[in-house]
C-alpha cells in the first residue's frame, strides 16, 4: 500500500477506521460511484434531470481521467476500513467579466456517514487546497470559494449554511411531458434557418457570448473559452446537427436552441438570442421547433434548467410551454479572506 497517498487532517473527527487519501487508481471509480448510488434515493437525485445524474464508474472516468485524477492535489477520498464513503475535488477555477474569480469545490458523502464531522473535514480540505492555488494564481481582485446543492440535499445545506456560505443564484430544474406537437411560430421574413456546419461555430459562439454578457457568470471572449464551447457543445459523442436549431437574419446568427436526446429524455441544453433581437419571437420560434422534432423522434418528457429568478424572462417563456418546476439548485459563495 503506498501510504504517501494517506493525509492526516488535523481536523478530522475520531472514527474507528476513517482516513483520507488521495484517488490511487482505476480501481477508486467504482467505490465513488456507489457513493453516489448510494445517496440517490436519500438525497432525491433525479437522473432524468438536465443539471443533476448518477454518475457511473465509466462517467465519472471521463471526468476524471486517471492520469489526471493519480495523486492530484485537488481530490481527496474519504474511506472506512478501506472503503469510499465520500470524496470532495477542487477542479474548476475561472475569472468572471467582473473580475471574480471563482473557486469551485463539490463534494459527496454516504448518506450514513452524515452528520459525524466527515463532510466537515473533507469541507475543510477544499477550503486549505483552494487557498493554495489563490496564492499560487496571485489574482488581482476578489475571489470567492464556490459549491452548488440540490434543494433535496437538506445536509449538504445545512453544513455549507453554518460556514458562513450565501445563496447567490438558484436554477429551476423543469420538465414537460407529456410533450406534444405544437404549431409553427412564423418568424419576421427576415429570419431564416439554415442546416448547421462546422464553419458557422464561431459565429454561433459570438451569439453565445452576447446573449449571456453582463449575467452573473459571463467571462470574458477568448480563445480558449472557444475551444471549450466547441468541447462542451460539438465535440460530445451526442452532438446532432438535426437537433441543433440556428437562426439567421442576412449572414449574422442572431440566435439558437440546442437540443439532445438522453436515456429517451429530451434536453434542452442551450437557449441564447442576441441582445438586440430578443423579445421578437425568436426564441419561442426556434423553441417550438426543437420540441417539435423531439417529438417526432418519440420524446415524451423533456428537461431544461433556467434561472429561478426569471430575470432574463426565460422561466416565463418555459412556463408558457407548460415546463413546470421540480427542484431548484443553489449556487453558493463565501468570499476568500485575504
Known amino acids: 500500500m503506498d501510504r504517501s497517498l494517506f493525509l492526516r487532517l488535523p481536523f478530522a473527527p475520531t472514527i474507528d477506521g476513517l482516513c483520507f487519501r488521495r484517488f490511487r487508481d482505476s480501481n477508486d471509480y467504482s467505490q465513488m460511484a456507489e457513493v453516489h448510488r448510494g445517496a440517490q434515493v436519500w438525497d432525491r437525485v433525479d437522473p432524468q434531470s438536465a443539471r443533476e445524474s448518477v454518475p457511473t464508474a465509466e462517467n465519472l472516468a471521463a471526468t476524471f481521467p486517471e492520469g489526471e485524477a493519480k495523486d492530484s492535489p485537488d481530490m481527496l477520498l474519504a474511506l472506512i476500513d478501506d472503503q469510499i464513503v465520500g470524496y470532495n475535488h477542487v477542479m474548476w477555477r475561472w475569472t468572471e467579466v467582473t473580475g471574480t474569480r471563482v473557486y469551485l469545490h463539490l463534494g459527496y458523502l454516504l448518506p450514513q456517514w452524515r452528520g459525524k464531522g466527515i463532510g466537515t473535514a473533507l469541507l475543510r480540505w477544499s477550503q486549505q487546497r483552494i487557498c493554495e492555488l489563490v496564492a499560487d494564481d496571485r489574482h488581482q481582485g476578489d475571489t470567492t470559494f464556490a459549491t452548488n446543492v440540490s434543494s433535496t440535499e437538506r445536509e449538504a445545506h445545512a453544513l455549507i449554511q453554518h460556514d458562513g456560505y450565501t445563496a447567490v443564484r438558484r436554477l429551476s430544474d423543469m420538465v414537460l411531458t407529456p410533450l406534444t406537437q405544437t404549431s409553427e411560430s412564423v418568424f419576421s ?38 475551444q471549450q464551447f466547441l468541447d462542451d457543445n460539438f465535440s460530445v459523442k451526442w452532438f446532432d446537427p438535426l437537433l441543433y436549431h440556428v437562426a439567421w437574419i442576412e449572414d449574422h446568427v442572431v440566435g439558437f436552441v440546442f437540443s439532445r436526446i438522453r436515456k429517451g429524455v429530451g434536453v434542452i441544453e442551450e437557449v441564447a438570442v442576441r441582445k438586440a433581437w430578443q423579445r421578437q419571437g425568436i426564441a419561442r420560434g426556434l423553441l417550438v421547433r426543437a420540441l417539435n422534432t423531439l417529438h417526432t423522434r418519440g420524446v415524451t418528457q423533456v428537461r431544461l434548467f433556467t434561472d429561478a429568478a426569471n430575470e432574463q424572462g426565460a422561466r416565463g417563456l418555459y412556463e408558457r410551454f407548460g415546463f413546470r418546476e421540480v427542484k431548484q439548485h443553489i449556487f453558493y459563495r463565501k468570499p476568500i479572506q485575504a
Open 189 to 226: 421574413a427576415d429570419v431564416r434557418l439554415k442546416a448547421i456546419e462546422p464553419e458557422q461555430y464561431r459565429a454561433i459562439y459570438h451569439t453565445w457570448k452576447d446573449a449571456f454578457s453582463g449575467t452573473w457568470t459571463s467571462t470574458p471572449e477568448s480563445e480558449e473559452d472557444y
